[in-house]
């Protein structure tokens, strides 16, 4: 079976959220990056299990420059077999799409893995839109993914509940939490990682449609105002009159 | 080049997330002067509701049939429809089924996409649309430059608001092609308004010290009429059920009014609530990083609070 995973590099959830030229760019300076964590957690090691019970190949799938190499090595601790870069910053979800079924169209895979979303742009958008470019069935936000003999079973949260559909090879799933725990690399790995290709290549053209105009941050609140135990009657009625939200 | 808007269902049930599609679709449409129809695909048992959201029209697909949600399915379906009416605008719920199928149809449509929208267009020429980032860290203004658009709501962006006028309901000339998944089964919470929807949530921490305690905090939802959500360590405890799990990693809501209680406000955990319209925080420690996000506080200890605040709460709704 071979598999390929998709990830996303974002800022560290505790990083500082500033923009500059007048709210036209993230500012970047200082910020520390990470491997989006549904892709880390969830998304890969699913993969990795899977292969380990069934054998193949996991491709771990990146659209980005040069800096996000730190990244991809650990993808590959964690259990990624090889992976590839896609040597571009990338615009927007379309370009990413365009160039995972790019690559898939030129070396097909049985699963194509992706985080629910990415914690910064919260867009999950990638994984639909690559989905329908290859043609291919997608299960959004799977919280569980089993072999059926020749189909798999997984299961996809909705809202107040869960689905659970059959799926055949090939298909693209959508990671979130339950789907597989989070795997630390040992050190071993970590070492053997090093030594695992990492293939560069160019990117295809895509359009860009959709730009962002403008940042900002939302104004701080204004601070909390505090109750004491014998006047919560008070609290409740600012919360029906004043602020209407009961 | 009017709006569609997808009114999704569950098990045959539209809910509060369509009706805010369609009353915020209905308001762009008046906004860009173009007509406003939805389309719903499988037998929807409360399609006469629907039609008092301010549809011009609403197309059925399939109607004698209930189809559980196939996000490859239906994006051919609606994107056919959209051609066939010129419809150039896509609105679909941020939810799960919107989520799955916007990407596809902006694919089939080349259209440009921006999803969890929390507000209607700007005023002027450009189509330029606003959401927040970054856990609801930033917000971001989106140009989409293309004829063909589609875009998801976020949930409470606008309040469902009935029109005055009734919708066509018509059977759409469109056929669903085959399903490229079967559906086996879906399971809810039967008499409770799931997390993403709900406009109260109270939800508790690790501060509750064991899942034995959460009497007080299901006493409080009752009288509140609100829907109980808790942090990621209690969850992965197993204290209480996945789905109530909020934050960065579970669900992100945005409710009118979210009660954290015995929660220290971790960036992780505030990432999924701080979109919330009102936050009161229950906590003993003064210093607890959730008092620099909330709006309401009450410095103490739980076990006192929450009974106390449960006993308000009755009283002030009967007066
Ligand atoms: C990448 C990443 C993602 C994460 N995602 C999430 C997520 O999605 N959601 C999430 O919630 N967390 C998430 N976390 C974990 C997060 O960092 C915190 O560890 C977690 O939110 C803490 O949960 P808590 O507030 O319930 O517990 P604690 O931090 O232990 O806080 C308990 C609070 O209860 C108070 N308390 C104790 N006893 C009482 C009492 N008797 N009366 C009143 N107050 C009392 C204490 O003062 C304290 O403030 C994530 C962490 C990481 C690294
Ligand atoms: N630059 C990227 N390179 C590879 N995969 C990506 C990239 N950006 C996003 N993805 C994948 O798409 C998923 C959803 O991202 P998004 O649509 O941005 O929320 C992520 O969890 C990744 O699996």
């Known amino acids: 079976m071979n598999v390929l995973v998709c990830i996303s590099k974002t800022p560290e959830t505790t990083a500082k959220i500033n923009f500059v030229e007048g709210g036209t760019a993230f500012d970047s300076a200082g910020v520390n990056y990470i491997m989006n964590p549904y892709d880390e957690w969830y998304a890969l090691v699913r993969a990795v299990e899977l292969k380990e019970k069934n054998g193949g190949e996991v491709t771990v799938f990146h659209v980005g420059d040069a800096s996000s190499d730190i990244v991809i090595r650990k993808a590959l601790s964690i259990g990624g077999d090889k992976a590839v870069r896609v040597n571009a910053d990338p615009k927007d979800s379309f370009f990413v799409a365009k160039q995972i079924a790019q690559y898939c169209k030129d070396n097909p895979q049985d699963i194509i893995f992706f985080g629910k979303e990415t914690i910064d742009y919260n867009g999950a958008e990638v994984g639909s839109m690559a989905s329908e470019m290859l043609d291919i069935p997608f299960i959004s936000f799977a919280s569980k993914l089993e072999e059926n003999g020749e189909s798999f079973i997984a299961e996809r949260d909705i809202e107040g509940g869960v689905q659970s559909v059959e799926v055949r090879a090939p298909f693209a799933i959508s990671s979130a939490k339950g789907i597989a725990e989070q795997r630390i690399p040992n050190m071993k790995s970590i070492m053997m990682s090093k030594r695992k290709p990492v293939a560069v290549i160019e990117p295809v053209e895509s359009e860009t449609l959709v730009e962002i105009t403008h940042y900002e941050t939302p104004p701080p609140k204004s601070g909390v105002k505090l109750f004491e135990m014998e006047n919560l009657e008070e609290l409740v009625r600012i919360l029906r009159d004043e602020e209407k939200v009961i | 080049m009017s709006v569609l808007v997808f009114a999704e269902n569950l098990k045959g049930v539209c809910k509060k997330s369509s009706f805010e599609a369609l009353t915020y679709s209905r308001m762009l449409a008046d906004k860009l002067g173009v007509g406003m129809s939805a389309v719903t695909i499988g037998t929807v048992s409360n399609i006469e509701e629907l039609a008092s959201y301010g549809a011009d029209k609403i197309y059925q697909i399939n109607k004698s049939e209930v189809t559980p949600f196939d996000s490859k399915q239906f994006a051919k379906a609606i ?241």
Not at chain 2, 220 to 247: F, I, K, Y
């Open chain 2, 79 to 319: 994107a056919d429809l959209a051609q066939s009416i010129g419809a150039t605008t896509i609105v679909a719920s941020h939810s799960s089924q919107g989520k799955s199928i916007a990407g596809r149809l902006a694919v089939r449509m080349n259209a440009g996409l921006v999803t969890a929208v929390n507000s209607l267009p700007q005023e002027g020429s450009d189509f330029i649309v606003r959401r927040s980032l970054f856990s609801g860290k930033a917000l971001a203004d989106y140009k989409v430059n293309s004829t063909n658009k589609v875009i998801t709501v976020i949930g409470n962006t606008v309040p469902p608001a009935k029109s005055d006028s009734v919708s066509d309901i018509v059977d759409a000339e469109v056929t669903l092609g085959a399903a490229s998944i079967n559906v086996l089964e879906t399971k809810t919470v039967d008499g409770e308004i799931p997390l993403p929807e709900a406009e109260l949530v109270v939800s508790a921490g690790r501060g509750m010290k064991g899942p034995e305690n959460w009497g007080i905090i299901e006493d409080l939802a009752q009288t509140m009429g609100a829907t109980t959500a808790c942090s990621r360590p209690v969850a992965d405890a197993d204290w209480r059920p996945h789905h109530e799990h909020v934050g960065q990693t579970g669900v992100a809501i945005r409710p009118n009014l979210y009660i954290a209680i015995g929660i220290s406000g971790a960036i992780q955990h505030l990432a999924g609530v701080n979109n919330s319209k009102v936050i009161v925080v229950i906590n003993k420690d003064p210093e607890a990083p959730f008092f620099k996000a909330a709006d309401y506080g009450i410095v103490a200890d739980l076990f006192d609070a929450v009974p106390k605040l449960n006993e308000a709460f009755k009283n002030v709704l009967a007066s």
